[in-house]
C-alpha cells in the first residue's frame, strides 16, 4: 500500500492567497490554479481582468507542474528542435506546458501537487506562482 500526501483545499486557498497578493502588487490580474499531485484541478480563481484564454493555461501550468513534478520554464528550456524532449507539449492532449508560470509544490521531498498563473508575461507568472509558493510554505 502506498500512502500519498496531497495538497487540500485550505491549502489551494493559501496558495492563491499568496499568488494573488503578488499579482496585485504588480498590478496584473491572473488567472490562478492549484492542482493535486496527479494534475487534477483543487482550485481556481479568476481575478478580475485576468484574460479569458488564460483560464486553461494557468490549470495547464498547474497540470504540468504537479503531476510532472517539474516547473513549465525547465520544460521550456528543452522543447527545443533536436533535444529528445522536442514536442512535450503535445503530450497529455496538450496540457503539458512549457511557458513558464507553472511550478510543483513540493513538501519534504514530496510532490503534493502544483500552482500555474497565467495573464501576465511569463516572468511575471513566474513571479506571481512562486509568491503563491513562498506564502503556502511559510504557513507550514
Request: glycine share 14%; aromatic share 4%.
Amino acid at each position: 500500500m502506498i500512502s500519498v500526501k496531497r495538497l487540500s483545499i485550505e491549502d489551494a486557498r493559501i496558495l492563491i492567497d499568496g499568488a494573488r497578493e503578488k499579482a496585485k502588487e504588480i498590478g496584473v490580474p491572473m488567472c490562478i490554479a492549484v492542482t493535486d499531485d496527479s494534475g487534477n484541478l483543487i482550485a481556481f480563481e479568476r481575478m478580475n481582468g485576468g484574460k479569458a484564454h488564460s483560464i486553461e493555461v494557468a490549470q495547464d501550468k498547474a497540470f504540468t507542474a504537479g503531476a510532472a513534478r517539474k516547473a513549465t520554464h525547465e520544460y521550456n528550456a528543452v522543447n527545443t528542435p533536436g533535444n529528445l524532449a522536442f514536442g512535450i507539449h503535445t503530450e497529455a492532449g496538450g496540457h503539458i506546458s512549457t511557458v513558464g508560470g507553472g511550478l510543483p509544490v513540493v513538501i519534504e521531498g514530496d510532490c503534493v501537487g502544483g500552482i500555474g498563473a497565467s495573464s501576465g508575461s511569463p516572468q511575471q507568472d513566474m513571479e506571481v506562482s512562486q509568491a503563491g509558493l513562498d506564502h503556502f510554505l511559510a504557513s507550514h
